[in-house]
T-cell receptor, first 121, second 111 residues
């Protein structure tokens, strides 16, 4: 399957600082990427949909000014957690959707990155 | 997207087939059944998907009932590395659709 990477794989930061997480599609171009958050022993929760060249679409209850998403190229989306606090500590996972196949049919599969473990002290 | 119901957890002996059920009684005609799994502290991994016909790939088989109200993911020869949370997701395949994860089934493969 397609490969999606995330960087860093883990990060520890002080309360009040900002943290940037990168999501890259390594062997395909992704016009759409998704950002999820997962707390311990819980399922993944979709935070936002990131579209290349346009503003991200945030899910209800997700603060867009706190979780800044930039999708500046077809292979890179970034999530910046601004003024992080301990309650933002979580496992952040991105996914990228494969492009449409030739002939108009859509493969439309999502491939996930390995996740980034954020700990805010 | 239709809601799915999965057992909370299941155990399977190593080398045996693991059969993971999923109920999606409210599925509509244009909704596909997708299966992903998540090994501890990793991102989810795509396994398989189908509409109404049974599907098989190198990882698993997907059996969908004729009325499409339920399905079963089959791992033919489970190994310890198959221990993971398995998510059954039903959604319309359109270019704008999101994946919404439920609680999933914790599969424990035991030696």
């Amino acid at each position: 399957g397609a490969v999606v990477s995330q960087h860093p794989s883990w990060v520890i930061c002080k309360s009040g600082t900002s943290v940037k997480i990168e999501c890259r599609s390594l062997d395909f171009q992704a016009t759409t990427m998704f950002w999820y958050r997962q707390f311990p022993k819980q399922s993944l929760m979709l935070m936002a949909t990131s579209n290349e060249g346009s503003k991200a679409t945030y899910e209800q209850g997700v603060e867009k000014d706190k979780f800044l998403i930039n999708h500046a190229s077809l292979t890179l989306s970034t999530l910046t957690v601004t003024s992080a606090h301990p309650e933002d500590s979580s496992f952040y996972i991105c996914s990228a959707r494969t492009p449409r196949l030739a002939g108009g049919s859509s493969n439309n599969e999502q491939f996930f990155g390995p996740g980034t473990r954020l700990t805010v002290l | 997207d239709a809601k799915t119901t999965q057992p909370t957890s299941m155990d399977c002996a190593e080398g045996r087939a693991a059969n993971l059920p999923c109920n999606h009684s409210t599925i509509s005609g244009n909704e596909y059944v997708y299966w992903y799994r998540q090994i501890h502290s990793q991102g989810p991994q795509y396994i398989i998907h189908g509409l109404k016909n049974n599907e098989t790939n190198e990882m698993a088989s997907l059996i969908i009932t004729e009325d499409r109200k339920s399905s079963t993911l089959i791992l033919p020869h489970a190994t310890l590395r198959d221990t993971a949370v398995y998510y059954c997701i039903v959604r319309v395949v359109g270019y704008g659709n999101k994946l919404v994860f439920g609680a999933g089934t914790i599969l424990r493969v035991k030696s």
